[in-house]
């Protein structure tokens, strides 16, 4: 079984491998109204988002039900990086151009982002000093495919991929090849990896680039990487994966390694590679 669907600003494929699935149930329109959901509450780009009410006044407001670990992770990767991996981007990004027309048009003076210090939350709602300006996307995807994994799980669907727009965490004991696009010719790729039950993904500013930036920015420079052109994650959990594919760009692996596991590889801007030694990948030349 196949699914596929446009979210997040990108195309979600997901395949089924099971022969026998649950019955009395919906899972296509299921799957699609529950990455509706978690899009409507997390998207900047949504006029009524979760997201957007907090960059419109300060106070106190109730956390949607699966908000908390994501942005645990975020404050932990805020520490990791001493704050080049943050949420409060957005102010910068916003001005430097990604904006919600996607004016693409950088504004003469980049603004600093909020600061993330301003900011309390708990299990159940979040309180900001001032109105502050999120962005979930450096691991919102990744966080919401394992959420995919488990609503599917949860159905009883037991060997299954879900790929949204490259980003890839693989159930099961079905195995895959998957290529490492070159981001200087996106026809051709760099190598191969192999993955099984594991989660899979890569971070580039060639997909969304414009003058001299793109949306990958140090927040203290507020300028956008150019050593470094690509990177790739693989971890059991896709939210690691996503966050930490960003998180390269701007920290040394073993700054990470200590606190998380995965594997990497980083595609430097004079076509070099560091990669961990475990893991196992193809490279051309």
Known sequence: MNISFS???TLWQIDIYD????????????????????????SRFRNTSFVTSLAKKEGTYSLPNTAKKLLDFYELLFDLTNGLFTPTITKSLVSAGYDKNYSLTPQKKLATPDDWKN?????????????????????????LIDLVCEFLTKM??????????????????KPL????????????V???????NSSFCGSSGNR?????YNHLLNPKTLTSPKNILSTWVL???????????????????????????????????DFSIDKSDNLSVTLFN
Do not use: H
């Open 156 to 173: 009883g669907v037991e060997n299954f991929c879900v790929d949204a727009g490259g980003d890839i965490r693989l159930v099961g004991n």
């Open 7 to 9: 979210a997040t600003g």
């Open 235 to 269: 971890s059991d959990e896709c939210i690691i994966a996503d966050g930490l594919a960003t998180s390269l760009f701007f920290v040394e692996p073993n700054t990470l390694q200590k606190y998380l596991k995965f594997e990497y590889l980083i595609l430097y801007s």
């Open 19 to 42: 022969q026998n699935l649950p019955r009395n149930t919906n899972i296509n329109q299921d799957i699609v109204d529950f990455v509706e959901d978690f899009e409507s509450n997390f």
């Open 119 to 143: 900011i309390t939350y708990n299990q159940n709602s979040i309180t900001t000093t001032t109105p502050t300006q999120l962005d979930f996307g450096a691991a919102g995807k990744g966080y």
């Open 208 to 212: 969304r680039q414009w003058g001299k």
């Open 177 to 188: 090849v998957i290529g490492l696009e070159n981001p200087t010719d996106t026809s051709s």
């Open 190 to 196: 760099i190598g191969t990896i192999n993955i099984q």
